[in-house]
């Protein structure tokens, strides 16, 4: 049986806190809960920070640092970190968490209750069985790499990116209608740091449901830790 707190672990591959996305998280828990913030940054020296970046090739995932600014990083030289951040959580005896990135990872622990989002809302999608599935991604250089996470047999897939730290752009009101014209009846933004202010942006461009990562997965850590 697991021992679950009071406390949400919420692990970030950036720096904590993360204001933005507890704005995201607290409206969906009980009062009582607080949030334990662990980013896989928050020990990083500048130097090691550079050494992360991504080569040709390489997977990449985008997060913001404590101070504001976003930054891209290499997946498989994040991972280390990522584990560490977890091992910080779980010593604190801090139960459930939730992994606040729709990347794909490895296993991370075997410990305690950790709640990737990657598995919760893919499962989620494929449930809904669209047809037609859009997908906003941050990046230009993850439109290819994660074809293959949203693909399945019978099932259309348009991913379009605009990345959720760069407000003033328009890329997000330029993808949500380019997935407009094409005409989804579903659309899935994959990235935590998309919003509710976004998913309503985009929702008014597309006229299809639009399943927002950030509080899909809240809304289950909500569920495990309900009185």
């Not at 930054?71 to 992994?99: K, M, S």
């Not at 993850?142 to 693909?151: A, F």
């Not at 997935?179 to 989804?184: F, K, R, V």
Request: net charge positive.
């Amino acid at each position: 049986m697991w021992s679950l707190s009071r406390r949400l672990g919420m692990i970030t591959i950036g720096q904590a806190p993360r204001e933005d996305l507890e704005d995201q998280v607290a409206p969906y828990l009980p009062p009582d809960v607080e949030l334990y913030q662990v980013g896989a940054l928050d020990d990083v020296s500048p130097r090691e920070l550079a050494a992360l970046a991504p080569r040709a090739g390489e997977d990449v995932y985008v997060t913001r640092l404590r101070d504001g600014p976003s930054v891209v990083l290499a997946r498989r030289r994040l991972i280390p970190l990522v584990r560490a951040a977890v091992r910080r959580v779980e010593e604190a005896g801090v139960a459930p968490a939730v992994l606040m990135c729709t990347g794909r990872f490895p296993p991370l622990t075997e410990r305690s209750v950790l709640l990737e989002p990657d598995r919760v809302v893919g499962r989620l999608v494929d449930a809904l069985r669209p047809r037609r599935l859009g997908v906003l991604v941050p990046l230009p250089e993850q439109v290819g790499q994660l074809d293959g996470k949203w693909r399945r047999r019978g099932r259309a897939l348009n991913v379009q990116a605009a990345s959720p730290y760069d407000p003033g752009s328009g890329a997000l009101d330029d993808a949500a209608r380019a997935l407009a014209a094409w005409e989804p009846d579903l659309v899935v933004m994959d990235c935590m740091g998309y919003t509710d202010a976004h998913r309503r942006r985009v929702r008014r461009h597309v006229g299809c449901p639009v399943v927002l990562s950030v509080s899909a997965v809240a809304a289950v850590a909500a569920q495990l830790l309900a009185n």
